[in-house]
């Protein structure tokens, strides 16, 4: 499984991707809406950091408006992706941008049954939301498996993307349950480096090094 950040925030991308854990970005209006820069700008500039692909969130609800906004975010630059809200509109834009060559994330999947119709509509990837059916006491790993058994058992070539990740744990668990990628806030990766045990065993190596030298 790989990983990529999810964050719209330039210092997090450029620290994350020096980490070399990386190799994508996702970004939605919110983490855009929160930097409080224009999409396009900080899209670019993302390009510009990260050799991965990059999703790009469209505002327009309408088909015609997400296709047209959806040419003119995938024009920035050939990493782009397009991301796409799951709904009737948006499979119709996805369907009129994958033919034209152009990628497409379509994102806030709840249910198998949306994941299959989104890759049927030619998503080059689904973001099932971990977290959030969480937050309403369902089963977002469950459903990552789910997609990823379906995805499998039809050899449908999109790729899962789990979205919506709130601990280092759901890493774990979004890797056993079959994703192809987690998309990850800068916050949950960094605490993905820790353990109680690997600091104490750093310290140990650091007071016996220091022991051996006297
Ligand atoms: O990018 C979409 C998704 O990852 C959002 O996560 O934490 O707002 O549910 P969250």
């Known amino acids: 499984m790989k990983l990529f950040i999810d964050t719209a925030n330039m210092q997090e991308i450029e620290t994350a991707n020096k980490w070399g854990v990386i190799c994508g970005v996702t970004t939605n209006p919110t983490l855009?809406?929160?930097?409080?820069?224009?999409?396009?700008?900080?899209?670019?500039?993302?390009?510009?950091?990260?050799?991965?692909?990059?999703?790009?969130?469209?505002?327009?609800?309408?088909?015609?408006?997400?296709?047209?906004?959806?040419?003119?975010?995938?024009?920035?630059?050939?990493?782009?992706?397009?991301?796409?809200?799951?709904?009737?509109?948006?499979?119709?834009?996805?369907?009129?941008?994958?033919?034209?060559?152009?990628?497409?994330?379509?994102?806030?999947?709840?249910?198998?049954?949306?994941?299959?119709?989104?890759?049927?509509?030619?998503?080059?990837?689904v973001s099932p939301f971990v977290g959030r059916l969480e937050d309403i006491d369902s089963n977002g790993i469950q459903l990552v498996e789910q997609v990823a058994v379906i995805f499998q058992s039809f050899q449908i070539k999109t790729e899962i993307i789990a979205a919506s990740i709130r601990s280092p744990q759901h890493i774990g668990e979004c890797a056993l349950a079959g994703a192809d990628i987690a998309t990850v806030p800068f916050k949950v990766l960094e605490k993905s480096f820790e353990h109680p045990l690997t600091s104490a065993g750093i310290e140990q190596f650091k007071k016996d090094f220091e022991g051996m030298k006297k």
């Open 32 to 125: 855009i809406a929160r930097e409080g820069r224009d999409v396009k700008e900080v899209i670019k500039e993302i390009a510009s950091i990260v050799d991965g692909p990059i999703s790009g969130e469209v505002n327009s609800l309408d088909a015609e408006g997400m296709i047209t906004e959806g040419r003119a975010i995938a024009s920035i630059h050939p990493q782009i992706v397009v991301k796409i809200p799951m709904c009737q509109a948006g499979l119709e834009a996805v369907s009129v941008l994958s033919k034209e060559g152009i990628k497409t994330n379509v994102t806030l999947i709840f249910t198998p049954a949306q994941a299959l119709l989104a890759a049927r509509a030619g998503a080059s990837f």
